[in-house]
């Protein structure tokens, strides 16, 4: 039941122009918990849809495996900008 309140959050809360995505939480099912949607995941979104050859389709219309599945890769490809600083000394 979870999942379904995250995946109407994110269709509900996503505002203005193409892409301006407003803050929203969705279900991370695996992990129980909810994670921020915002411009830095749906870039993540699109790289995994990349990277797996799919075309675009809306993070919410997507069955719950499918969903799980990027979770999963999501845990594996955290943000590049995030990790840089760690690297200098």
Known sequence: MRRWIGALLLIGSLVGSAGCVARVRVYDDPRQAYRR???REERA???FL????????????LSRFEQE??????RDH????LNRGRDRR
């Open 50 to 61: 990349r990277d797996f050859r799919r075309p675009y389709r809306d993070f919410s219309r």
């Open 37 to 39: 949607w915002d411009s």
């Open 69 to 74: 599945e990027y979770w999963r890769w999501r």
């Open 45 to 47: 979104y699109r790289e």
């Open 78 to 81: 955290p943000d590049r900008d």
